[in-house]
């Protein structure tokens, strides 16, 4: 089969790009389609670093007045900066002769609806479950979570593709949709040799014979940092092992600290800040025990692979988030409670043997199944699936 190259607008209701997991996988994708010969047109916030990229143009919606930054997860801010970019997103539509639209997040229901007046194809991108989201993030609205799954499905139908992250979030949809038109499209560890830079050595100042525990990701609630300093304070003080706390803004940080300083353990915990992506890779390598303390969730968070490619051990929660992905022979899996996970660290503190046998085999399956080549074989045989159903596009 032959095929031309598309016009693709991908909408992404995000700062773009900043460096947190829904806009680092978006600019994968954007330049995932770009090599693959497509042109595409990136819809974002008027928020965020600007880049540049061959085939890629990156427009924005206008800037929404007195509305500030817009954090992590569903806001009142990110729906006002949304009210300003569904009205540039239609008028794109109008404008430009696009092939297909590509709907990130929460643009799915305007794309949905352009598509049912125009039969205009789209894709969703699938990073979550958005009724979940909202009644989990506003519990106001928990009493309307069954009305918003049916609008979400209704949406979801019209899609020509759907890409969703991970199995699990694939399945609670696939009643809603012919398996054929189903592509799921996990992330990929971004740890790799484009990104990385070194890192400044965060052991300076620690115990160099101590074992190096670190966190690296947004510092949300969702993220269960207040659980991991819960369990730290449960270790015994002699015990080895520093802790390093890497993200989020300096308001939460500030609340953190305070917060361990309460437990008594900021002698052994040390929040670092937020560090740039491209040093992902020699941050990581520095770690003895890489920690992802989340609360629940199904979609596997991007960071999963790139604590895999480290070869450094992990301890998780035991939920579907991680263990779509990890397994007992891949990573320390625990209860989602102070005890359980002070007790996987102990475990893996005092045992460097059993730290090295997981980290290796974490890192064996994320070179075999998520490295950004297989990111980019999954997405092209999803597109190639999808143009063959676009008329005129069939060779």
Same mark, same amino acid.
């Given at each position: ?59 924005? &919606? ?14 009142? &801010?990110?729906?006002? /900066? ?44 699938? %990073? ?17 979570? &069954? ?19 991970? &199995? ?7 009643? !809603? ?9 996990? !992330?990929? +560890? ?5 990104? !990385? ?24 609630? /969702? ?12 270790? %015994? ?20 600290? %305070? ?50 490619? +480290? ?85």
């Amino acid at each position: 089969m032959t095929t031309r190259s598309l016009r693709i607008l991908v909408v992404a209701p995000q700062p773009f790009m900043a460096e947190r997991g829904t806009p680092i996988a978006v600019r994968c994708l954007v330049e995932a389609l770009c090599d693959m010969g497509h042109r595409v047109d990136l819809l974002a916030y008027p928020l965020g670093e600007d880049v540049s990229y061959p085939g890629l143009r990156l427009l924005r &919606s206008p800037r929404p007045p007195f509305v500030g930054e817009v954090g992590v997860g569903i806001s009142f &801010s990110k729906l006002v /900066y949304d009210a300003w970019l569904v009205p540039k997103m239609l008028w794109l539509l109008r404008r430009e002769q696009y092939d297909v639209v590509h709907a990130v997040e929460e643009s799915l229901f305007p794309a949905a609806l352009w598509s049912a007046l125009t039969g205009q194809p789209f894709v969703y991108d699938m %990073d979550s479950c958005l009724s979940e989201g909202v009644t989990t993030q506003w519990r106001a609205f928990a009493p309307l979570q &069954s009305l918003f799954r049916w609008l979400e499905r209704m949406a979801i139908r019209k899609a020509s593709l759907v890409l969703p992250v991970c &199995s699990d979030l694939a399945d609670i949809f696939r009643q !809603d949709l012919c398996s054929e038109n189903i592509f799921v499209l996990p !992330d990929f +560890s971004v740890s790799t040799e484009a990104y !990385d830079e070194p890192s400044e050595d965060l052991r300076a100042g620690l115990a160099r014979n101590e074992p190096l525990c670190l966190y690296v990701g947004n510092l949300g609630p /969702y993220q269960g940092i207040e659980l991991l300093l819960e369990a730290i304070a449960l270790l %015994d003080p002699a015990l080895p092992g520093q802790f390093v706390i890497i993200g989020g803004p300096d308001s939460a940080v500030q609340r953190l600290k %305070d917060l361990a300083e309460s437990h008594g353990i900021s002698g052994r915990v040390h929040f670092k800040g937020p560090r740039p992506l491209r040093s992902l890779g020699g941050i990581l390598a520095q770690a003895d025990i890489l920690i992802s303390p989340r609360l629940g969730g199904v979609n596997t968070p991007m960071k999963i692979y790139a604590y895999m490619h +480290s070869a450094a051990a992990i301890v998780a929660t035991d939920i579907r988030s991680h263990t779509q992905v990890l397994d007992e022979t891949m990573a320390e899996l625990v209860a989602v409670t102070p005890q359980g996970l002070a007790d996987g660290l102990l475990r893996l503190l005092i045992d460097p043997q059993r730290r090295q046998s997981l980290g290796a085999a974490a890192r064996q399956l994320v070179l075999r199944e998520y490295t950004p080549e297989a990111f980019r074989q999954r997405l092209s045989q999803a597109y190639r699936n999808l143009i063959s159903k676009i008329p005129g596009e069939a060779g």
